[in-house]
């Protein structure tokens, strides 16, 4: 099936500094890519939506500036976590919809720690 | 909005037991519906999909039925094994134009030899 990757696959920071978190569809063109958090024992809550060539499009309550997303080409979705702070601590995950298809691919996630 | 609705966790069963997992849904127009595994530390894997009313998705001996009457799409497996361990999620798939999905709770499953 279709992959998709994330690098890194876990990252610890510190307190105030930013954080670059990419997404690549390996295998597939991905118009549409999405960025999920997962909290501890908790379900994806989705974040944003981003679309190859245009601003991303987020979640009530998400900010925007806080974490910015960027789908500079149809294999690449890129997420920053600016000023990270404790509370940003999370799994976060990407997923991508092939262009050809009605399914969407996870990436294997990337674990974020801000101390 | 759209929602999804599935059975509380934990569940632990033994090997070979039979395994249900309910799963319900609200929804405008007709989603497509999907089952989601999460193994311990990875990410999502799409375990099984249906897209219409009756459609049966079917994968690693695990089924669900798209049922429209009920609006549920329970996940079935005659024989569980350890491997089978595991987080599984429920979801549905809108039909706009961005397919926004949208996860059930997540329901864990434990299966002890």
């Known amino acids: 099936g279709a992959v998709v990757s994330q690098h890194p696959s876990w990252v610890i920071c510190k307190s105030g500094t930013s954080v670059k978190i990419e997404c690549r569809s390996l295998d597939f063109q991905a118009t549409t890519m999405f960025w999920y958090r997962q909290f501890p024992k908790k379900s994806l809550m989705l974040m944003a939506t981003?679309?190859?060539?245009?601003?991303?499009?987020?979640e009530q309550g998400v900010e925007k500036d806080k974490f910015l997303i960027n789908h500079a080409s149809l294999t690449l979705s890129t997420l920053t976590v600016t000023s990270a702070h404790p509370e940003d601590s999370s799994f976060y995950i990407c997923s991508a919809r092939d262009a050809m298809q009605e399914t969407q691919y996870f990436g294997p996630g990337t674990r974020l720690l801000v101390l | 909005g759209d929602s999804v609705t599935q059975m509380e966790g934990p569940v632990t069963l033994s090997e070979e037991a039979f395994l249900t997992i309910n799963c319900t849904y609200t929804?405008?127009?007709?989603?497509?519906l999907f089952w989601y595994v999460q193994y311990p530390g990875e990410g999502l894997q799409l375990l099984l999909k249906a897209t219409k009313a009756d459609d049966k998705g079917s994968n690693k001996g695990f089924e669900a039925t798209y049922r429209k009457e009920t609006t549920s799409f329970h996940l079935e497996k005659g024989s569980v094994q350890v491997s089978d361990s595991a987080v599984y999620f429920c979801?549905?798939?809108?039909?706009?134009?961005?397919?926004?999905?949208?996860f059930g709770t997540g329901t864990k499953l434990q299966v002890i030899p």
């Open positions: 929804a405008t127009g007709y989603p497509s």
């Open positions: 981003s679309n190859e060539g245009s601003k991303a499009t987020y």
């Open positions: 979801a549905l798939s809108d039909l706009s134009g961005y397919q926004k999905v949208t």
